[in-house]
Protein backbone atom coordinates (compact mmCIF):
# COMPACT_ATOMS: atom_id res chain seq x y z
CA UNK A 1 0.00 0.00 0.00
CA UNK A 2 0.67 3.60 -0.76
CA UNK A 3 -0.02 6.86 0.44
CA UNK A 4 0.04 10.12 -1.12
CA UNK A 5 -0.37 13.28 0.77
CA UNK A 6 -1.72 16.15 -0.85
CA UNK A 7 -0.55 19.22 0.73
CA UNK A 8 -1.66 23.06 -0.29
CA UNK A 9 -3.46 26.90 1.16
CA UNK A 10 -7.17 26.39 1.45
CA UNK A 11 -8.99 27.12 -2.42
CA UNK A 12 -5.83 25.90 -3.84
CA UNK A 13 -7.77 22.97 -5.25
CA UNK A 14 -6.18 20.01 -3.23
CA UNK A 15 -9.25 18.12 -3.09
CA UNK A 16 -10.38 17.95 -6.59
CA UNK A 17 -6.82 17.24 -7.18
CA UNK A 18 -6.96 14.46 -5.37
CA UNK A 19 -10.72 13.74 -6.59
CA UNK A 20 -9.42 13.75 -10.39
CA UNK A 21 -6.65 11.39 -9.98
CA UNK A 22 -8.63 8.89 -7.34
CA UNK A 23 -11.44 8.48 -10.42
CA UNK A 24 -8.93 8.15 -12.82
CA UNK A 25 -6.60 5.54 -10.50
CA UNK A 26 -9.65 3.38 -10.37
CA UNK A 27 -10.28 3.40 -14.32
CA UNK A 28 -6.96 2.07 -14.31
CA UNK A 29 -7.91 -0.81 -11.70
CA UNK A 30 -6.00 -0.01 -8.73
CA UNK A 31 -7.92 0.12 -4.99
CA UNK A 32 -8.58 3.97 -4.02
CA UNK A 33 -8.57 5.13 -0.58
CA UNK A 34 -9.03 8.47 1.02
CA UNK A 35 -7.96 9.57 4.30
CA UNK A 36 -8.05 13.31 5.97
CA UNK A 37 -6.51 13.26 9.64
CA UNK A 38 -7.38 16.79 10.26
CA UNK A 39 -10.68 18.40 9.07
CA UNK A 40 -12.22 21.34 9.43
CA UNK A 41 -15.34 23.24 10.63
CA UNK A 42 -16.22 26.66 9.18
CA UNK A 43 -19.21 27.08 11.28
CA UNK A 44 -20.86 25.53 14.69
CA UNK A 45 -22.84 23.21 13.80
CA UNK A 46 -21.44 19.58 13.81
CA UNK A 47 -21.59 17.80 10.57
CA UNK A 48 -19.14 15.77 8.32
CA UNK A 49 -16.74 17.82 6.42
CA UNK A 50 -17.57 18.62 3.01
CA UNK A 51 -14.25 17.07 1.23
CA UNK A 52 -14.85 13.66 3.53
CA UNK A 53 -18.69 13.73 1.94
CA UNK A 54 -17.25 14.49 -1.50
CA UNK A 55 -14.84 11.51 -1.38
CA UNK A 56 -16.54 8.79 0.50
CA UNK A 57 -19.33 9.06 -2.32
CA UNK A 58 -17.09 9.01 -5.25
CA UNK A 59 -15.01 6.68 -4.26
CA UNK A 60 -17.60 4.57 -2.66
CA UNK A 61 -15.64 3.98 0.66
CA UNK A 62 -17.29 1.95 3.51
CA UNK A 63 -16.13 3.93 6.26
CA UNK A 64 -17.88 6.37 8.62
CA UNK A 65 -17.00 10.26 8.69
CA UNK A 66 -15.29 9.97 12.10
CA UNK A 67 -12.96 7.08 10.80
CA UNK A 68 -11.92 9.04 7.24
CA UNK A 69 -11.62 12.02 8.99
CA UNK A 70 -11.10 11.58 12.91
CA UNK A 71 -9.77 15.35 14.12
CA UNK A 72 -11.88 18.26 13.64
CA UNK A 73 -10.94 21.90 14.35
CA UNK A 74 -11.28 25.72 13.80
CA UNK A 75 -9.52 28.67 13.91
CA UNK A 76 -10.05 28.31 17.92
CA UNK A 77 -9.51 25.38 18.74
CA UNK A 78 -6.89 26.08 21.47
CA UNK A 79 -9.21 25.18 24.28
CA UNK A 80 -8.81 23.65 27.76
CA UNK A 81 -10.42 20.56 26.46
CA UNK A 82 -8.92 20.00 23.12
CA UNK A 83 -4.82 20.41 25.28
CA UNK A 84 -6.48 17.74 27.06
CA UNK A 85 -7.18 15.16 24.40
CA UNK A 86 -3.89 16.20 22.35
CA UNK A 87 -1.92 13.55 23.95
CA UNK A 88 -3.71 10.94 22.01
CA UNK A 89 -4.28 12.23 18.72
CA UNK A 90 -1.63 10.83 16.82
CA UNK A 91 -2.53 7.21 17.87
CA UNK A 92 -6.11 7.82 17.15
CA UNK A 93 -4.72 9.02 13.85
CA UNK A 94 -2.91 6.51 13.23
CA UNK A 95 -5.56 4.02 13.93
CA UNK A 96 -8.10 5.36 11.76
CA UNK A 97 -5.42 5.41 8.80
CA UNK A 98 -4.95 1.90 9.62
CA UNK A 99 -8.19 0.98 8.51
CA UNK A 100 -8.35 3.50 5.85
CA UNK A 101 -5.20 1.42 3.81
CA UNK A 102 -6.44 -1.86 4.88
CA UNK A 103 -7.28 -3.24 1.35
CA UNK A 104 -6.03 -0.87 -0.93
CA UNK A 105 -3.19 0.38 -3.33
CA UNK A 106 -3.24 3.79 -2.63
CA UNK A 107 -4.57 5.80 -0.12
CA UNK A 108 -4.96 9.24 -1.04
CA UNK A 109 -4.26 11.52 2.09
CA UNK A 110 -5.61 15.27 2.37
CA UNK A 111 -3.86 17.93 3.73
CA UNK A 112 -5.18 20.66 6.09
CA UNK A 113 -6.69 24.27 5.27
CA UNK A 114 -3.21 25.71 5.56
CA UNK A 115 0.36 22.71 5.61
CA UNK A 116 0.88 25.00 8.50
CA UNK A 117 -2.52 24.05 10.48
CA UNK A 118 -1.86 21.95 13.86
CA UNK A 119 2.00 22.94 14.42
CA UNK A 120 2.11 23.52 17.78
CA UNK A 121 0.40 20.14 18.52
CA UNK A 122 2.44 18.20 15.91
CA UNK A 123 -0.75 18.32 13.67
CA UNK A 124 0.68 20.31 10.72
CA UNK A 125 1.23 18.45 7.10
CA UNK A 126 4.76 17.97 7.48
CA UNK A 127 4.73 15.93 11.14
CA UNK A 128 1.47 14.42 10.14
CA UNK A 129 3.14 13.00 6.40
CA UNK A 130 6.42 11.57 8.10
CA UNK A 131 3.76 9.96 10.79
CA UNK A 132 1.91 8.11 7.99
CA UNK A 133 4.82 6.87 5.89
CA UNK A 134 3.20 9.05 3.06
CA UNK A 135 5.02 10.58 0.10
CA UNK A 136 4.35 14.08 -0.37
CA UNK A 137 2.71 16.23 -4.11
CA UNK A 138 1.88 19.44 -2.83
CA UNK A 139 -0.77 21.35 -4.94
CA UNK A 140 0.36 24.78 -5.42
CA UNK A 141 -1.91 28.07 -5.81
CA UNK A 142 0.52 31.20 -6.72
CA UNK A 143 -1.79 34.20 -7.08
CA UNK A 144 1.72 36.34 -7.23
CA UNK A 145 5.53 35.88 -6.65
CA UNK A 146 4.96 36.24 -2.49
CA UNK A 147 2.63 33.18 -2.64
CA UNK A 148 5.61 31.02 -4.75
CA UNK A 149 7.81 32.37 -1.92
CA UNK A 150 5.85 30.43 0.73
CA UNK A 151 5.39 27.35 -1.30
CA UNK A 152 9.07 27.03 -2.32
CA UNK A 153 9.42 27.47 1.94
CA UNK A 154 6.90 24.51 1.94
CA UNK A 155 9.06 22.85 -0.66
CA UNK A 156 12.15 23.03 1.57
CA UNK A 157 9.95 22.00 4.57
CA UNK A 158 9.63 18.83 3.16
CA UNK A 159 13.21 18.28 2.41
CA UNK A 160 14.31 18.95 5.73
CA UNK A 161 12.04 16.43 7.18
CA UNK A 162 13.35 13.93 4.59
CA UNK A 163 9.61 13.13 3.41
CA UNK A 164 9.87 12.16 -0.27
CA UNK A 165 8.03 14.64 -2.62
CA UNK A 166 6.56 13.01 -5.72
CA UNK A 167 6.56 16.21 -7.97
CA UNK A 168 4.29 19.48 -7.64
CA UNK A 169 1.09 20.39 -9.24
CA UNK A 170 -0.40 23.93 -10.00
CA UNK A 171 -3.51 24.33 -9.76
CA UNK A 172 -6.10 26.66 -9.71
CA UNK A 173 -3.73 29.50 -11.92
CA UNK A 174 -5.50 32.65 -13.17
CA UNK A 175 -5.59 33.27 -16.86
CA UNK A 176 -3.18 36.67 -15.96
CA UNK A 177 -0.86 34.36 -14.09
CA UNK A 178 -0.89 31.60 -16.85
CA UNK A 179 1.91 32.30 -18.91
CA UNK A 180 3.95 33.59 -15.86
CA UNK A 181 3.44 30.43 -14.00
CA UNK A 182 4.89 28.19 -17.21
CA UNK A 183 7.91 30.50 -18.12
CA UNK A 184 9.00 31.69 -14.35
CA UNK A 185 7.43 29.66 -11.59
CA UNK A 186 7.65 26.44 -12.88
CA UNK A 187 11.21 26.58 -13.93
CA UNK A 188 12.27 27.85 -10.67
CA UNK A 189 10.53 24.99 -8.34
CA UNK A 190 12.42 22.70 -10.79
CA UNK A 191 15.66 23.85 -10.55
CA UNK A 192 14.60 23.51 -6.34
CA UNK A 193 15.31 19.42 -7.94
CA UNK A 194 11.35 18.96 -8.00
CA UNK A 195 9.29 17.61 -10.95
CA UNK A 196 6.00 19.80 -12.17
CA UNK A 197 3.67 17.09 -13.31
CA UNK A 198 1.18 20.12 -14.24
CA UNK A 199 -0.25 23.12 -14.34
CA UNK A 200 -4.06 23.58 -14.79
CA UNK A 201 -5.95 26.82 -15.12
CA UNK A 202 -8.89 28.10 -12.81
CA UNK A 203 -12.06 27.35 -14.06
CA UNK A 204 -14.49 29.20 -12.37
CA UNK A 205 -16.85 26.11 -12.55
CA UNK A 206 -14.78 24.10 -10.13
CA UNK A 207 -12.84 27.40 -8.20
CA UNK A 208 -15.92 30.15 -7.66
CA UNK A 209 -17.70 29.25 -4.78
CA UNK A 210 -21.45 29.51 -4.56
CA UNK A 211 -23.98 31.72 -2.98
CA UNK A 212 -25.12 28.39 -0.25
CA UNK A 213 -20.83 28.91 0.55
CA UNK A 214 -21.27 32.35 1.18
CA UNK A 215 -24.20 31.49 3.62
CA UNK A 216 -22.62 28.63 5.43
CA UNK A 217 -19.55 31.36 6.43
CA UNK A 218 -22.09 34.38 7.12
CA UNK A 219 -25.43 32.86 8.36
CA UNK A 220 -28.06 35.25 8.61
CA UNK A 221 -31.68 34.91 7.06
CA UNK A 222 -32.45 33.91 3.53
CA UNK A 223 -34.82 36.80 2.50
CA UNK A 224 -35.61 35.70 -1.32
CA UNK A 225 -34.66 32.62 -3.96
CA UNK A 226 -34.00 30.35 -1.55
CA UNK A 227 -33.88 27.65 -4.27
CA UNK A 228 -30.94 29.67 -6.08
CA UNK A 229 -28.49 29.09 -3.58
CA UNK A 230 -26.73 27.14 -6.36
CA UNK A 231 -24.96 30.38 -8.33
CA UNK A 232 -21.67 30.62 -8.33
CA UNK A 233 -19.88 34.08 -7.28
CA UNK A 234 -16.94 35.53 -9.11
CA UNK A 235 -16.38 38.75 -7.45
CA UNK A 236 -17.43 40.70 -4.06
CA UNK A 237 -18.39 44.46 -4.32
CA UNK A 238 -19.13 46.53 -1.14
CA UNK A 239 -21.16 49.11 -1.42
CA UNK A 240 -19.86 51.59 0.99
CA UNK A 241 -20.11 54.44 -1.46
CA UNK A 242 -22.00 56.89 -3.52
CA UNK A 243 -24.32 55.35 -6.50
CA UNK A 244 -22.45 56.93 -8.98
CA UNK A 245 -19.15 55.95 -7.64
CA UNK A 246 -20.21 52.58 -7.10
CA UNK A 247 -21.74 52.09 -10.60
CA UNK A 248 -18.62 51.13 -12.52
CA UNK A 249 -17.90 48.51 -10.14
CA UNK A 250 -21.26 47.28 -10.44
CA UNK A 251 -21.53 47.38 -13.93
CA UNK A 252 -18.35 45.33 -14.69
CA UNK A 253 -18.18 42.78 -11.87
CA UNK A 254 -19.85 39.58 -13.11
CA UNK A 255 -21.97 37.26 -10.88
CA UNK A 256 -20.62 39.22 -7.95
CA UNK A 257 -22.33 39.14 -4.54
CA UNK A 258 -22.64 42.71 -3.20
CA UNK A 259 -22.33 43.24 0.29
CA UNK A 260 -23.74 46.88 2.32
CA UNK A 261 -26.02 47.90 4.20
CA UNK A 262 -29.02 47.19 4.55
CA UNK A 263 -30.40 50.60 4.50
CA UNK A 264 -29.00 50.88 1.29
CA UNK A 265 -31.82 50.36 -0.61
CA UNK A 266 -30.60 52.39 -3.63
CA UNK A 267 -27.01 50.26 -3.88
CA UNK A 268 -28.75 47.31 -3.81
CA UNK A 269 -31.56 48.07 -6.37
CA UNK A 270 -28.78 49.30 -8.75
CA UNK A 271 -26.93 46.01 -8.16
CA UNK A 272 -29.79 44.09 -9.15
CA UNK A 273 -29.70 45.63 -12.92
CA UNK A 274 -26.58 44.35 -13.16
CA UNK A 275 -24.91 40.39 -12.89
CA UNK A 276 -25.46 39.90 -9.51
CA UNK A 277 -25.52 36.22 -7.72
CA UNK A 278 -26.32 37.57 -3.97
CA UNK A 279 -26.94 40.91 -2.23
CA UNK A 280 -26.12 40.33 1.68
CA UNK A 281 -27.56 43.35 3.88
CA UNK A 282 -25.18 43.95 6.76
CA UNK A 283 -26.44 44.90 10.25
CA UNK A 284 -29.45 43.82 10.65
CA UNK A 285 -31.68 46.52 8.95
CA UNK A 286 -34.82 45.08 7.23
CA UNK A 287 -34.47 45.96 3.31
CA UNK A 288 -37.25 48.12 1.57
CA UNK A 289 -39.83 45.99 -0.35
CA UNK A 290 -38.97 47.27 -3.29
CA UNK A 291 -35.52 45.31 -2.67
CA UNK A 292 -37.04 41.30 -2.10
CA UNK A 293 -39.75 42.17 -4.82
CA UNK A 294 -36.90 42.95 -7.31
CA UNK A 295 -34.55 40.27 -6.24
CA UNK A 296 -37.45 37.52 -6.26
CA UNK A 297 -38.20 38.25 -9.75
CA UNK A 298 -35.09 38.05 -10.66
CA UNK A 299 -33.87 34.98 -8.73
CA UNK A 300 -31.18 37.13 -6.35
CA UNK A 301 -30.98 35.94 -3.10
CA UNK A 302 -31.08 38.02 -0.58
CA UNK A 303 -29.46 37.32 2.66
CA UNK A 304 -29.37 39.51 5.95
CA UNK A 305 -26.88 39.44 8.58
CA UNK A 306 -26.49 41.25 12.08
CA UNK A 307 -22.80 41.69 12.01
CA UNK A 308 -21.84 44.80 10.50
CA UNK A 309 -20.01 45.14 6.96
CA UNK A 310 -16.32 44.93 8.16
CA UNK A 311 -16.89 42.21 10.23
CA UNK A 312 -18.96 40.13 7.33
CA UNK A 313 -15.88 41.02 5.06
CA UNK A 314 -13.91 39.34 7.62
CA UNK A 315 -15.77 36.38 7.75
CA UNK A 316 -16.07 35.67 4.35
CA UNK A 317 -11.80 35.71 4.36
CA UNK A 318 -12.10 31.58 5.11
CA UNK A 319 -14.28 31.31 2.08
CA UNK A 320 -13.63 28.27 -0.32
CA UNK A 321 -15.49 25.95 -2.99
CA UNK A 322 -16.47 22.97 -2.16
CA UNK A 323 -17.29 20.21 -4.78
CA UNK A 324 -20.51 18.09 -3.87
CA UNK A 325 -21.13 14.66 -5.42
CA UNK A 326 -24.25 15.80 -7.20
CA UNK A 327 -22.42 18.87 -9.16
CA UNK A 328 -21.85 16.30 -12.30
CA UNK A 329 -20.27 19.02 -14.52
CA UNK A 330 -17.81 20.24 -11.65
CA UNK A 331 -16.81 16.44 -11.66
CA UNK A 332 -16.40 16.07 -15.04
CA UNK A 333 -13.94 18.95 -16.00
CA UNK A 334 -12.06 17.84 -12.92
CA UNK A 335 -11.65 14.36 -14.75
CA UNK A 336 -10.87 16.10 -18.19
CA UNK A 337 -7.83 18.12 -15.89
CA UNK A 338 -6.43 15.13 -15.23
CA UNK A 339 -5.95 14.14 -18.69
CA UNK A 340 -5.77 17.17 -20.06
CA UNK A 341 -2.98 18.61 -18.17
CA UNK A 342 -1.29 16.53 -15.71
CA UNK A 343 1.24 13.42 -15.84
CA UNK A 344 -0.49 10.94 -14.03
CA UNK A 345 1.10 7.75 -15.16
CA UNK A 346 3.62 8.82 -13.18
CA UNK A 347 1.55 8.22 -9.88
CA UNK A 348 0.77 4.65 -11.59
CA UNK A 349 4.50 4.06 -11.52
CA UNK A 350 5.10 5.54 -7.69
CA UNK A 351 2.22 2.62 -7.25
CA UNK A 352 3.49 -0.40 -8.85
CA UNK A 353 7.07 0.45 -8.08
Known amino acids: MKAIYFSGKAGGGKTATALGLGLKLKEQGLKVSYFKPIGFRKGTVKK ?26 NDHYLTPRFMQEVKDLHPRIKKAFQKCSEGYDIVLIDGSIEPHVGHNQGLDDFNLAEI ?31 IPVLGCIFNNVATTQWNKSNSIYKPLVEDKGFDVLGVIPSQVEISAPTVAEFFDVVGGDVLTAPDNMNRIVEEVVVGTMTIESALTYLRRAPNKALITGGDRSDMALTALETSTSVIILTGGLYPDLAVLSQA ?14 YSTI ?11 PQNTEAIKIIKNNIDKYLKWEKLIDYIKA
Open 48 to 73: DDDDVMLMRDLLSLPFPGGTVSPVTV
Open 132 to 162: LGATALPVIKADDDFDLDQNLLYLEMWTNKN
Open 296 to 309: EEKGVPVILVHEDT
Open 314 to 324: ENLQSIYRSIH
